[in-house]
């Protein structure tokens, strides 16, 4: 059966320090992954989406970035955190793209603190 | 801009009582409604709805969809402490070209059943 691992759960950074939260899916080949946050109050906001090694695309600019090194793995990372970036961030990925299918599959969640 | 508006954002019910949750939705290229329920963490799948006027049924859980007038309810019946949690509505937007390009989600209806 399929599983999707992310990590950290829990992080506090200060303003200014780097990020890098991972995820990783196991039972499955070529997933679409996605990032999304979800900020207090508000719905998920989707952040980045990948349907391939190295294929990165970018719904909000912002001072993240996202990585696919492997067909499993996905990457979130910032050089310098804002403020802003808290939040509880959330990996997701689906098989297909095809009409009516694209149902997705979350992580546990990483929440983010930046004081 | 593409929207999705769930109704009432939050709600508080005693158990046993019936709750029905909106969505509306102004999302070009429609293409599928999914339900969510996020507990603690990682939100799980409910529905997914396709077809106006057809209810989907998952025991006390129950949807439909009108896609002539853009909106979805959830309901729950005879509601017990465990249905506490978000609700997200997410609606699966196309690309102009054809194919399943993401989901646009709401900010969610928090319902907390008390004893």
């Known amino acids: 059966s399929q599983t999707i691992h992310q990590w950290p759960a829990t992080l506090v950074q200060p303003v200014g320090s780097p990020l890098s939260l991972e995820c990783t899916v196991e039972g499955t080949s070529n997933p679409n992954l996605y990032w999304y946050r979800q900020a207090a109050g508000r719905g998920l906001q989707l952040l980045f989406y990948s349907v391939g090694i190295g294929q990165i695309s970018s719904e909000v600019p912002q001072n993240l970035s996202a990585s696919r090194p492997q067909d499993r793995q996905f990457i979130l990372s910032s050089k310098k955190l804002l403020l802003s970036d808290s939040g509880f961030y959330l990996c997701a990925w689906s098989t297909s793209w095809t009409v009516g299918a694209n149902v997705l599959t979350f992580g546990a969640g990483s929440r983010l603190t930046v004081l | 801009e593409d929207k999705v508006v769930q109704s009432p954002l939050s709600l508080v019910v005693h158990e046993g009582d019936t709750v029905t949750l909106n969505c509306s939705y102004e999302?070009?290229?429609?293409?599928?409604l999914l339900w969510y329920k996020q507990e603690k963490k990682a939100p799980t799948f409910l529905f997914m709805l396709?077809?106006?006027?057809i209810e989907k049924k998952s025991g006390r859980l129950s949807s439909i969809l009108d896609k002539k007038e853009l909106f979805s309810i959830l309901n729950i019946t005879a509601t017990q402490t465990g249905d506490s949690a978000i609700y997200l509505c997410a609606v699966e937007k196309g690309w102009d070209q054809g194919g399943s390009e993401k989901l646009v989600f709401g900010k969610g209806t928090k319902l907390t059943v008390n004893p």
């Open positions: 396709t077809s106006s006027g």
């Open positions: 999302v070009t290229n429609f293409r599928s």
